[in-house]
């Protein structure tokens, strides 16, 4: 199976906090994509890395890539309550399928 | 980025019935796609809707099983037939201008199947 795996699978922090998220995945990429998911709703893209890009930072995102070790995390810094979601990395390979990846995602809880 | 719209945003369904989902997207893209997401899973691709021909299917999903229609660059419907419980899931329409470029997301459409 291409899909990529994500850890931890759930996470609990205070508001405020740091949260860091990992993603591993199998193939060599294209791109990897970041996605959130509001408890059963649509995707909500956040961000795109691709693979000659090593970080990339979008509000309070950062986001690595580390094509060696076919890894990527996604940093949300100073965490809100209305970050609670789950968070999906997603990658596109290089064998030209039009396919998307998605990894088992993580389940974020950020305490009021 | 692309605005997308899902009909019906949810739905019950009886057991051997058919639901057809409608994707409209608010401007001309390259390519869409249907993936639905099972309980508490994440997603799986269904299929690349292809706009004047028959859609592309993944492993594992048959045209008889969910028939796809793309009449033009903005609109898509993905139809479920013969629905059992298995197939509640979360179906969702998908976009993008190309495999190098951002993909987005409908809202999605929740369907249980009793």
């Known amino acids: 199976s291409q899909q990529g795996e994500e850890d931890p699978q759930a996470l609990s922090i205070q508001e405020g906090e740091n949260a860091t998220m990992n993603c591993s995945y199998k193939t060599s990429i294209n791109n990897l994509q970041w996605y959130r998911q509001n408890s059963g709703r649509g995707l909500v893209h956040l961000i795109l890395?691709?693979?000659?890009?090593r970080e990339k930072h979008s509000g309070r995102l950062r986001v690595t890539l580390d094509t060696s070790k076919k890894s990527s995390s996604l940093l949300i810094t100073a965490s809100r309550a209305a970050d609670t979601a789950s968070y999906f990395c997603a990658t596109r390979d290089q064998t030209g399928a039009n396919n998307l990846f998605f990894g088992t995602g993580t389940r974020l809880t950020v305490i009021p | 980025s692309a605005v997308i719209s899902q009909k019906p945003s949810r739905d019950i369904c009886q057991r051997g019935t058919s639901l057809t989902i409608q994707c409209q997207v608010d401007s001309q893209v390259t390519m869409m796609f249907w993936y639905r997401q099972q309980p508490g899973q994440s997603l799986t691709l269904i299929a690349t809707?292809?706009?004047?021909?028959?859609?592309?299917?993944e492993s594992g999903f048959v045209i008889d099983k969910f028939p796809i229609s793309r009449p033009n660059l903005t609109f898509s419907t993905l139809t479920v037939s013969n629905m059992s419980p298995e197939d509640s899931s979360i179906y969702l329409c998908?976009?993008?201008?190309?495999?190098?470029?951002?993909?987005?997301f409908g809202p999605g459409t929740r369907l249980l199947v009793l």
């Open positions: 998908s976009v993008g201008q190309g495999r190098l470029e951002t993909q987005y």
């Open positions: 890395i691709r693979s000659n890009e």
């Open positions: 809707a292809n706009q004047g021909s028959e859609a592309t299917y």
